[in-house]
């Protein structure tokens, strides 16, 4: 499989679109019931990993990239996107991450209630951790800076600093929703048809 792959070197223009850098012909992965597998992360597999998959038969391909790759006894266009030809269920629970957190929160700091760019976002215990506090979806919160460090290790009610919304664990679809207001910088033509992003967001969307 690998050999197969690696077998394809030369690499040239099938179209009069202009040239485009090998590694932006990622594929959109699609479940069979043609969703993508996920929104965030977007479900994109490299070139590579996206060839190989078809050669293994568990993909089948819907866009095509116009760009051509060769191997000494083949050439094949590079898939654009490719969709599952067996249900990969979905995940019961979310991992519980910083980026989920501040997805299921939105990017909103939860006790000033403006929003942030990731890196100007941290996450706060409710109850501190030298209180008793846990690190869990129920009691970890986005923050901003000015405001985890004026919370410090005390609790809401010594400080008057509650957050906007109690925290709580939420469903797989519930991030997905949210996902889908925040789109990636560039989508591939083709792409546009399997993501539905919400189109009043476009203009005020935080990474």
């Not at 699609?30 to 597998?37: G, H, I, K, M, T």
């Not at 985890?148 to 997905?176: A, D």
Request: net charge neutral.
């Amino acid at each position: 499989m690998s050999n197969l792959v690696d077998g394809f070197s030369n690499i040239q223009k099938i179209s009069s679109t202009p040239h485009v850098p090998l590694e932006q012909c990622s594929a959109l992965i699609l479940n069979a019931d043609y969703r993508p597998l996920s929104y965030l992360p977007l479900s994109i597999w490299p070139w590579q990993e996206a060839v190989k998959a078809i050669f293994r038969g568990t993909v089948s391909v819907v866009y095509e990239h116009d760009r051509e790759i060769k191997s000494p006894s083949q050439c094949m266009r590079l898939p654009s996107v490719l969709v599952m030809n067996e249900y990969v269920p979905e995940k019961r629970s979310p991992s519980f991450t910083r980026f989920n957190v501040f997805l299921r929160d939105q990017w909103r700091c939860q006790y000033c209630g403006d929003k942030f760019k990731t890196h100007a976002l941290t996450f706060d215990h409710v109850i501190p951790r030298a209180k008793g506090g846990g690190t869990s979806w129920e009691n970890i919160v986005a923050a901003c800076q000015s405001c985890n460090t004026r919370k410090g290790c005390k609790l809401p009610s010594e400080c008057n600093m509650h957050p906007l919304h109690t925290p709580r664990e939420p469903t797989i679809h519930e991030l997905q929703a949210y996902a889908q207001k925040f789109p990636p910088h560039f989508l591939h033509e083709g792409w546009e048809d399997f993501l539905y992003w919400d189109s009043e967001l476009e203009d005020g969307y935080v990474h």
